[in-house]
Every structure is written in C-alpha cells, then in structure tokens.
C-alpha cells in the first residue's frame, strides 16, 4: 500500500519557467511534508517543509501548497534553472521521525 | 556546521557475510534514522534512535539491527547477506527532541552497499 504517490515519473521544462511537481498522499493522519532533491549517488537535500496547519510554505523560488481536503501537495519552482534537475522526492510523516517517502519526479529543465 | 556524515562511502560484500555501517548526525542532533534506496521499492524508513534507544522501527527483517552511541553516533549492521540487500543505505539527523512529532530530517550521502 502506497501512502504517497508521485504519480509522474518525468517532467520537462524549459529554463525561466514554472516547474509543478505533485504529491498525492492516502494517510490522513500525516501532518508533515516535505520535498527533498537527490542527485544520484547522493543523499536527499532538504528544500522545503510544510506542516498540515498551513496550506502554503514560500522559501525563495521554492513554493510548496497543501490540499488537505485534496489529500494533494505540489512544490512550485520559479523560475525554474539548469541547476534545478535532478530528482525529487516528497514525504510525509505524523507522530514520529519515520518519513515515507514518494516514488521521485525526474526534473529536467532545458535551457 | 558539518553534515551527516556516513563510512563507508562504498562496500562489497558476498551473500552470508554480515556488514557494519556508520553514521555521525550533525553535532547537536540527537535523533538519528536509517533508510534503504532500491530501484523496486524506493526509499523505506528501516529504525529511528533518540537517546540510545530505538523509538521506530520500520517493517525490515531482525537481520537489520542498529544501536546509537552516547554521543549519538549510530551504527546499522545487516547480518547473513542477501542478494536483495543490495541499496543505498541513508542515514539522517534531526534536533527533534520530543517523540510524538515529526521534523525535519537532513540525510547523509549514503553508504552504497553491493552483495554479489
């Protein structure tokens, strides 16, 4: 049972514009998420973090929303810049330091 | 301040053999976790510690054991190898200090281990 789906394994976009990445979640009882970027060979690094009481968290060009009616999270990159591919990863957690995490969005942004 | 860091970077090991791996949280976290990277199945949390003590534990074999030091040092050993054990073993640390919460996790680089 997949309690988090990133159910795009790819995406394409040029440089300068708005990159989506969406997270669909089954697990109502979660009440934290993130977005982590991996480059292979590599360890996640943190981008941004979202707590079920908010429904936008801004950092920078990074823009993370929660629908929690939805049971959907998206991260906003823009604009978005060759340095910005690589893979990306949501997770969710609740009640404890045990992420679960999605399957990966490959981002690949084109100049 | 300096990351997770995680040695061996890389390991080779044959079926049956047992392996050791360690990890150093940043300096000042004291809640460390452990998760494997397949191809097939993704990220999956393996176990939590605080405090010396195991607070989570994910749904892994008990050949998947792992102990935290007083200094918060931790170490994860998979004993009797399997070919499917082969992964990319990641640690991460965060400043949580209370359980019953969930927080920002920062990951290491990994240590990428292949059973042949």
């Known amino acids: 049972d997949q309690q988090v789906k990133q159910n795009s394994p790819s995406l394409s976009v040029q440089e300068g514009r708005i990159s989506i990445l969406n997270c669909d979640y089954t697990?109502?009882?979660?009440?934290?998420f993130l977005w982590y970027k991996k480059y292979p060979a590599e360890g996640p690094t943190f981008l941004i973090s979202?707590?079920?009481?908010?429904d936008k968290n801004e950092d920078g060009r990074f823009t993370v929303f929660l629908n929690k009616s939805a049971k959907h999270l998206s991260l906003h990159i823009v604009p978005s810049q060759p340095g910005d591919s690589a893979v990306y990863f949501c997770?969710?957690?609740?009640?404890?330091?045990?992420?679960?995490f999605g399957q990966g969005t490959r981002l690949t942004i084109n100049p | 301040k300096a990351g997770v860091t995680q040695t061996p970077r890389y390991l080779i090991k044959t079926r049956g053999q047992q392996v050791t791996l360690s990890c150093s949280p940043i300096s000042g976290h004291r809640s460390v976790s452990w998760y494997q990277q397949t191809p097939g199945q993704g990220l999956q949390f393996l176990f939590e510690?605080?405090?010396?003590?195991?607070?989570n534990k994910g749904n892994f074999p008990g050949r998947f054991s792992g102990r935290q030091f007083s200094n918060s040092r931790s170490e994860m050993n998979v004993s009797t190898l399997e070919l499917g054990d082969s992964a990319l073993y990641l640690c991460?640390?965060?400043?949580?200090?209370?359980?019953?919460?969930?927080?920002?996790?920062?990951f290491g680089p990994g240590t990428r281990l292949t059973v042949l």
């Open positions: 997770a969710a957690g609740y009640g404890a330091q045990k992420l679960v």
């Open positions: 697990n109502s009882m979660f009440d934290y």
């Open positions: 979202i707590s079920s009481i908010k």
């Open positions: 510690y605080f405090s010396e003590t195991q607070r």
């Open positions: 991460a640390s965060s400043s949580l200090v209370a359980g019953g919460t969930t927080d920002t996790q920062y």
